[in-house]
């Protein structure tokens, strides 16, 4: 087994690291998915995990590879419907921790999962919002994982699809929003916080240099006067997540 992890590996398992036992967390699919469960897995047995497609105190046997994976239902504690799951624990700040993805962020922590280009003439039209919208709203903490590059790292989106820090100069609380917000951006280079609404740069992988992250970003970025190297999963882990949690290499391609 080689020992080097892959930057999807490395983004599962520091991702993994926000998660504590007892968090209540709303799952999204793809690295989140995998994350959640290598944390149930490890340093968070009591995790409980929520999917937007109804399933509640899920323990899956096996990676679910979609929100209708009929591995949700086993074992889990309900099975309710999606309104349910909106209206009934998300919007009533039951979700401790949410999961988001996007195709562009900015400096705030505002996601675009709906256009490329002008939403009237769009270049590339993408999946929409879904929940996400929702989970960047009520969720109290919020995390986003995502490949770094200038495409994605943008200084304006071209659509806001779900609220960061600061929407049009107005801050979360001048809006209404209830949760706390984007916390954490975790990504294949480093991982940032939010220091004023504002992303700053506080862990670099082994390797990465502040030079590498900037260039893979289309906005000037902070840094943290002494970044942490982000802890590098051990063999044991990668064992875990090659062979047991995601053997057929569905998010770790």
Do not use: W
Not at 44 to 68: D, H, K, N, T, W
Not at 163 to 186: A, F, M, N, S, W
Not at 197 to 207: D, R
Not at 238 to 248: I, T
Request: glycine share 10%; aromatic share 6%; hydrophobic share 35%.
């Amino acid at each position: 087994m080689a020992t080097e992890p892959t930057p999807s590996e490395r983004m599962a398992h520091r991702a993994a690291k926000e998660l504590h036992d007892d968090d209540v967390v709303f799952v999204g699919i793809g690295l989140p998915n995998l994350a959640c469960n290598l944390a149930r897995a490890t340093h968070a047995p009591s995790l409980f995990m929520i999917y937007e497609s109804g399933a509640v105190g899920c323990i899956p046997e096996r990676l679910p590879v979609s929100i209708g994976d009929p591995a949700l239902v086993t074992d889990s504690l309900a099975v309710v419907s999606q309104a349910d799951i909106f209206q009934m624990y998300l919007q009533r700040g039951l979700i401790e921790v949410g999961f988001l993805g996007g195709a562009q962020i900015d400096r705030y922590g505002n996601i675009n999962t709906t256009v490329i280009g002008s939403y009237s003439n769009p270049k590339v039209r993408l999946p929409g919002s879904g929940g996400a919208c929702e989970i960047a709203v009520h969720s109290k903490r919020l995390l986003v994982v995502m490949r770094m590059s200038k495409r994605t790292f943008v200084e304006t989106c071209d659509y806001i699809t779900s609220p960061g820090h600061k929407l049009h100069g107005k801050t979360r609380q001048e809006l209404g929003h209830p949760g706390g917000g984007p916390t954490k951006v975790i990504t294949d280079l480093c991982v940032m916080d939010f220091d004023g609404g504002e992303m700053i740069v506080t862990e670099l992988y082994p390797g990465v240099t502040r030079e590498q992250v900037q260039a893979a970003c289309g906005f000037s970025l902070r840094f943290a006067e002494k970044p942490t190297t982000t802890e590098t999963p051990g063999p044991d882990v990668l064992r875990l997540l090659r062979e047991k949690l995601d053997p057929e290499g569905l998010y770790l391609k």
